[in-house]
């Protein structure tokens, strides 16, 4: 594969796994191709799937420019893509923040296949796994401060809570700038100091160990046992959901009694761990291969759904994103 190829199969690639995740249906709780969710609407998905083509293919470029020895790793500028993307995805719709997650997440795989590449010759789950790891500890304080302006830019304080442990700087605080580049915080160690309350954050500091060890190995199997996409993409947010508890829901439902972001996650996960329950018991009815578990899965979206906006496992879609975009990277065909 030539190197300007390779740039455009990491942006398609990123496009189509955005594209084939909000079109998994049911994906309960979720947008999806038969549910809109109140002012965000599919089509609103589909526009912010094509409209962050342009940055990951950025970071594409970017990330071969680097494997070559042009510019530094440090020098990609990773959190302005990050920024650049949500910046897009606004542009795009009139929907919201639809695709913030997926842009923390696709931009710095974006980065780890073209180094994966120039060094090993192909992509697979390993290389690209041992790539994203050196990718995101070569970060710097400024990729950290432009994140922050990105989740600033797509969410509001009463989504994301506050902080008070000093751990992290908080996400509106003035002084975060200054703090973050004064302190030489990098976006690596942002996202591992919040790794205990953020699932992306977990997955940034940990070389997306979620997407690869769950997410991946569930699409895979369920892909090669039912050679059907949308059986696979639901299955694969079904399992991830089952063994992670989203962290999306649990924070907005925490906040309603702490304002803390830890806290609120904390309370938020214990509230709501039936929601993991249920879908691993879906799974064990054979989720969409079989009729009961295709009908208690309708009936889990009907009551997400009708919990209202809260119940949006929105972190669990992110990392089904990001599994499928790892498929679509390594080869997938469907």
């Not at 997407?211 to 046992?225: H, P, Q, R």
């Not at 919990?307 to 990277?329: E, R």
């Amino acid at each position: 594969m030539r190197f300007k190829n390779l740039v455009e199969h990491v942006r398609s690639s990123a496009q189509l796994a955005a594209i084939l995740e909000v079109s998994g249906w049911p994906k309960p709780g979720n947008v999806h191709r038969t549910r809109d969710r109140g002012n965000a609407r599919y089509e609103h998905f589909l526009a912010g799937s094509v409209a962050l083509g342009f940055s990951v293919g950025e970071a594409a470029s970017k990330g071969l420019m680097a494997a070559e020895g042009r510019i530094g790793f440090s020098e990609i500028g990773l959190g302005g893509l990050v920024k650049k993307a949500v910046s897009d995805v606004r542009n795009a719709h009139k929907g919201g923040n639809t695709h913030l997650g997926v842009s923390l997440l696709f931009i710095p795989l974006a980065v780890a296949a073209a180094k994966a590449y120039v060094e090993a010759g192909k992509l697979s789950p390993e290389s690209l796994r041992e790539s994203l790891e050196e990718v995101m500890l070569s970060t710097t304080p400024m990729d950290a401060v432009e994140v922050y302006e990105a989740i600033r830019m797509a969410s509001s304080p009463q989504v994301l809570g506050s902080l008070s442990d000093g751990e992290v700087p908080d996400l509106f605080d003035e002084q975060a700038k200054e703090t973050i580049l004064r302190e030489e915080i990098t976006l690596f160690e942002v996202m591992e100091r919040s790794s205990h309350y953020d699932t992306v954050a977990r997955e940034l500091a940990t070389g997306m160990e979620v997407s690869f060890k769950i997410g991946y190995k569930i699409f895979t199997e369920t892909f090669e046992l039912t050679g059907d996409i949308n059986v696979a993409t639901v299955h694969t947010f079904l399992g991830i959901l089952s063994e992670v508890p989203d962290t999306f829901i649990a924070r907005k439902v925490g906040l309603k009694t702490v304002n803390n972001v830890e806290k609120a996650v904390e309370v938020g996960v214990k509230e709501t761990m039936w929601i993991s329950e249920t879908a691993g018991q879906i799974l064990s009815e054979g989720g969409l291969t079989t009729s009961e578990g295709a009908l208690q899965l309708w009936r889990f979206d009907e009551e997400l759904q009708s919990l209202g906006s809260d119940y949006n496992p929105g972190t669990t879609a992110d990392l089904t994103a990001n599994v499928l975009m790892i498929a679509l990277l390594c080869g997938l065909k469907f």
